[in-house]
């Protein structure tokens, strides 16, 4: 029966650390402050903002929120992003996707200043995973490796595949965990044979969309494995993974709910005070 990667657990501790990192702060009299745009009233994305509200007042962090009417013209969009990259009270900026049809979420994302795009979605973010260099990166990878690194699984040299290259997930991990100095294999929904991938597997990322497509008979016994999806069925909640039927072989899982998922808001912000940390530099 393998362990728990336990999120819920590694959020609560990664919680108390930016806690403290938020009262200094405060202690030089800056007062960290999170900015969220959501254009109409998508009811994830109206949860997603609230949820991360919650965390941000726990954690005695700003929250402003902007929620603009769902047929706001991309010029007003654009133009409160410019606002908000000009004001030194705004360290992170977060636009709740997706977005109306009628925008262009590239050139939305685009004009986020990249020291507070705290999502890790302006073109420079994206270039600075691949080439190394100092930037804010997605959270969801972040919680993957996170949740490695934190529950004592080392990386280095490890077999990690990665099934799913999504633009959120999956391809920006590739860049992250090779910086782990794994050997990485990529596989998608054109790769033959996945489960002959995935069985080589020392660390399984599993980041697709679809629900419980790696079974127990994918894996490697004693194997890693990691699950960043997320999908709503009429069961409730359940990841990528297979959970009854691999917990039995893996030596270690995420559950969904309760790992990946529970950490991605915290690092959110701690992407805030990474952002406001290079903002100072600058
Ligand atoms: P996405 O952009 O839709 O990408 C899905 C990927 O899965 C694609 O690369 C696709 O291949 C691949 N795929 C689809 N069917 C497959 C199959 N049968 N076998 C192998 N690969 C297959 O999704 P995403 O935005 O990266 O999200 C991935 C998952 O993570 C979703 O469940 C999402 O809900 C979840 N998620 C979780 C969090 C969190 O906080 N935990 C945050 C964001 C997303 P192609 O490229 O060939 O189409």
């Not at 202690?27 to 919650?54: F, N, T």
């Not at 902007?66 to 013209?73: A, E, Q, S």
């Not at 894996?219 to 709503?232: F, L, T, Y």
């Amino acid at each position: 029966m393998a362990g728990i990667l336990d999120g819920k657990g590694i959020a609560a501790k990664i919680k108390e650390e930016l806690k403290e990192e938020i009262q200094q702060w405060k202690d030089r009299g800056i007062q960290p402050c999170l900015a969220v745009i959501l254009a109409g009233e998508d009811p994830a994305s109206v949860y997603y903002a609230k949820a991360k509200q919650k965390v941000c007042e726990s954690l005695g962090m700003t929250y402003r929120f902007i929620n603009l009417p769902g047929d706001v013209g991309e010029e007003d969009i654009l133009g409160k992003i410019n606002e908000l990259n000009g004001d030194k009270t705004v360290h992170g900026i977060m636009v709740e996707l997706p977005l109306p049809k009628h925008i262009d979420t590239k050139k939305v994302t685009a004009a986020i200043l990249p020291e507070k795009d705290v999502d890790g979605v302006h073109p420079m973010n994206r270039g600075a995973i691949m080439s190394g260099d100092e930037g804010l990166f997605p959270a969801t990878p972040q919680s993957c490796i996170e949740l490695l690194l934190r529950s004592g699984v080392e990386i280095e040299g490890k077999h990690v595949v990665i099934v799913g290259r999504g633009e959120t997930v999956g391809k920006p991990l590739v860049f992250m965990i090779l910086k782990h100095h794994a050997t990485v294999s990529i596989c998608h929904s054109r790769t033959r044979d996945l489960s002959s991938f995935t069985r080589q597997g020392d660390i399984v990322i599993a980041a697709v969309g679809k629900p419980k497509l790696i079974k127990a008979d994918m894996v490697k016994p004693g194997a890693v494995v990691v699950d960043a999806g997320i999908n709503e069925t009429n069961e409730g909640m359940c990841g990528d993974v297979d959970y009854e039927g691999v917990k039995e072989i893996a030596g270690l899982i995420s559950p969904v709910p309760g790992g990946v998922g529970s950490l991605t808001t915290t690092l959110l912000l701690k992407n805030v005070l990474k952002g406001l940390a290079i903002q100072l530099k600058k």
